[in-house]
């Protein structure tokens, strides 16, 4: 099976191109930015004639929650058109879809967790884009997958909070994080397997997978500190109306992984449980 595996050095990419090249049945082609400009047709073009690619695994994404309030323009550019542009391309040589989005589509005015048939409505200039990249993959190919997530962590070049919350234990007694924002960690080692025992069925349309629970961002945070035994540090309550930020965020965004257990009769493992492990392999390898 030959996979087009697109943004292959972020975090989640990463993750994915490490499990497909343990699986023989796959044959895995990479693509990161310097490779493959998706914002370009003819590149496209060029790679997908080359590879010619049974499925398209695409983790490139704008994905600068502030920034793409500043430039509108590019987030929309590099998370809507480009999709629409490989979901073509990828309906053309009638290959599988698989585009990644968010829980940052919804606007968190619920209080209990978000389906597949909830209703979209974002807040900002980046949840907009992901939303318009899912218009554009469900109006070019009817071979797709797409793939809701939330608040990632796992392995790779990029900071993420879990990252940010231990480099900023090393150098501050106080770490100020927000008390009213809600949502789902993930662990892209969970859901980059659950990616790919996705692409092997032809159930095909819109999936939430994140680990199971949540929390808000200082409970999370408070986690971080104590798995990765950095207690020096002190994480303070602070509300996101004080907090410096311009682009408005959801309260609440968990998501209801009903339509996955349906399908493959197992849920993600508890984010608390795979935050640990994560941390204690973390841990393991500075001590080496």
């Given at each position: 099976?030959?996979?087009?595996?697109?943004?292959?050095?972020?975090?989640?990419?990463?993750?994915?191109?490490?499990?497909?090249?343990?699986?023989?049945?796959?044959?895995?082609?990479?693509?990161?930015?310097?490779?493959?400009?998706?914002?370009?047709?003819?590149?496209?073009?060029?790679?997908f004639?080359?590879?010619?690619?049974?499925?398209?695994i695409n983790c490139a994404a704008y994905t600068d929650v502030?920034?793409?309030?500043?430039?509108?323009?590019?987030a929309i550019l590099v998370n809507g058109t480009a999709t629409k542009n490989l979901a073509e391309a990828s309906d053309k040589v009638g290959a599988i879809f698989v585009y990644f989005s968010t829980d940052y589509i919804f606007d968190g005015e619920q209080n209990v967790p978000y389906t597949e048939k909830s209703k979209p409505n974002p807040l900002n200039v980046y949840g907009e884009s992901k939303w318009l990249g899912e218009k554009y993959t469900i109006e070019s190919t009817a071979r797709y997958f797409i793939i809701r997530t939330s608040w990632l962590f796992g392995r790779g070049e990029k900071k993420d909070f879990v990252d940010k919350i231990v480099d900023l234990s090393?150098?501050?007694?106080?770490?100020?994080?927000?008390?009213?924002?809600?949502?789902?960690?993930?662990?892209?080692?969970?859901?980059?397997?659950?990616?790919?025992?996705?692409?092997?069925?032809n159930n095909f349309g819109i999936y939430h997978i994140v680990n199971k629970g949540a929390a808000s961002r200082y409970t999370f945070a408070q986690d971080v500190l104590s798995y990765s035994k950095e207690h020096a540090a002190h994480i303070s309550m602070i509300d996101s109306k004080v907090y410096p930020h311009s682009a408005r965020r959801p309260k609440y965004s968990v998501l209801?992984?009903?339509?996955?257990?349906?399908?493959?009769?197992?849920?993600?493992?508890?984010?608390?449980?795979?935050?640990?492990?994560?941390?204690?392999?973390?841990?393991?390898?500075?001590?080496?």
């Open positions: 099976m030959r996979i087009l595996l697109i943004g292959s050095e972020g975090t989640l990419g990463s993750e994915l191109q490490r499990q497909l090249k343990q699986n023989k049945q796959y044959t895995v082609f990479p693509y990161h930015k310097k490779m493959l400009d998706i914002t370009l047709n003819e590149e496209i073009d060029k790679v004639f080359k590879v010619k690619p049974q499925i398209v502030e920034k793409a309030e500043v430039e509108p323009a590019k090393e150098i501050q007694r106080e770490i100020p994080v927000i008390t009213d924002q809600i949502g789902s960690p993930t662990y892209t080692m969970d859901l980059a397997s659950a990616t790919l025992a996705l692409i092997l069925t209801d992984c009903q339509r996955f257990l349906d399908v493959f009769g197992y849920e993600l493992p508890n984010w608390r449980e795979r935050l640990s492990q994560y941390l204690k392999e973390v841990s393991t390898k500075k001590e080496w």
